[in-house]
């Protein structure tokens, strides 16, 4: 675990913003009210720094992130939109509504944020807060619902403190939110699809469409932060080459994932060894697991070893999600 923070509270004024940004652009967490709830926002960018969210938010497994950007220019730097996407971005934003889009392909948030998937949540908030932190961040912010995992979103900064403080650097208050529900999730990967109800009604979003939203396959809960992935969106990142968890010892010709200063035996005939931390810090191993996995997928071996991860802390997201990426399918 991480020594506790000091959180401040800031009224949402001139000097929050700028401070706000100073502790963004530092890697630090920085609660802030959008229309909807109030999010957790951490540098999109920053691997490290987003560890350390789903750290602070006591989440079990990494599930996607929303990322925030202040208006429809800076989403296309990260999304592509088709026709659909257009109509929906114009209608709507800013406003409660989160669109699932295909990543761009020089996309600079971070692969720990989407969980390795191909497709990205985006969103452009409407309060003013957040969109005076977002204009003068200048990046992406990700930031999901600002409440310990298993807990309600919060509506006001008190709810922020009472579940996260000590956990956090920053809270900006500025005040109740007006909205009180989290925004609606459409993704826009074929036919637009409903995947969280929320502040903006679905009515309002088939009259723009002039269809129905699809719905998603039944059995697809849309349960608070579980990973909202119909079948025709991939749930969680799955590499293509087999993965071999907890591994001792490396076979000639192998990928080695591993994980602190003593390396597994046999790494020395492994085809390409990355290490997602090698002084054993599970913040850093989970800031470098997707982009390693990749990196490794497309090295071209048979088969991926991984070493042992601690269980503790952010190591039991980090399992969960190598036992998923190693499910046969
Ligand atoms: O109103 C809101 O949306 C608030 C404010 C802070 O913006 N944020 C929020 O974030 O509710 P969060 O993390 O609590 O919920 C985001 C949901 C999660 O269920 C996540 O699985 C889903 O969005 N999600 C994110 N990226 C996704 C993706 N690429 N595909 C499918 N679902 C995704
Ligand atoms: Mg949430």
């Not at 459409?186 to 929320?198: D, F, S, T």
């Amino acid at each position: 675990m991480t020594a506790p923070l000091v959180t401040r509270v800031s009224r949402a004024d001139a000097a929050a913003v700028s401070d706000a940004v100073r502790c963004l652009m530092a890697g630090g967490l920085v609660a802030f009210p959008t229309e909807t709830v109030y999010g957790l926002g951490a540098d999109a960018t920053d691997g490290r720094a987003i560890a350390r969210l789903y750290e602070a938010k006591g989440r079990p497994a990494f599930n996607p992130l929303i990322a925030h950007v202040a208006d429809l220019a800076a989403a296309r730097a990260l999304a592509r939109f088709d026709a659909d996407a257009e109509k929906l971005a114009e209608a709507f934003w800013p406003g409660p509504l989160t669109l699932v889009l295909p990543k761009t392909a020089t996309c600079p948030v971070a692969e720990l944020a989407t969980a390795g998937l191909d497709s990205i949540a985006v969103r452009v908030p409407h309060h003013p807060a957040a969109q005076k932190i977002l204009a003068a961040f200048k990046r992406a912010i990700v930031a999901p619902s600002a409440n310990r995992s298993g807990h309600v979103s919060p509506t006001t900064a008190a709810h922020v403190l009472a579940d996260l403080r000590g956990r956090i650097d920053l809270i900006v208050d500025g005040g109740a939110t007006p909205v009180g529900v989290e925004s609606t999730i459409v993704a826009c990967l074929g036919a637009p699809m409903l995947l969280r109800p929320g502040g903006l009604p679905r009515d309002d979003i088939e009259q723009v469409l002039g269809r129905p939203l699809a719905e998603p396959p039944a059995g697809i809960a849309s349960e608070d932060e579980a990973p909202l992935a119909p079948g025709m969106l991939a749930s969680h990142y799955a590499p293509r080459t087999p993965l071999r968890l907890d591994a001792e010892r490396v076979a000639a010709g192998e990928a080695l994932l591993a994980f602190g200063s003593k390396l597994a035996a046999g790494s020395e005939s492994a085809a390409v060894v990355l290490n997602l931390s090698q002084r054993g810090d599970l913040i850093e191993a989970a800031a470098n697991l997707f982009s390693h996995l990749r990196a490794l997928d497309a090295a071209g071996a048979q088969s991926i070893a991984v070493m042992p991860i601690p269980r503790d802390g952010l190591g039991e997201a980090i399992n969960d999600r190598l036992a998923r990426a190693a499910a046969p399918r």
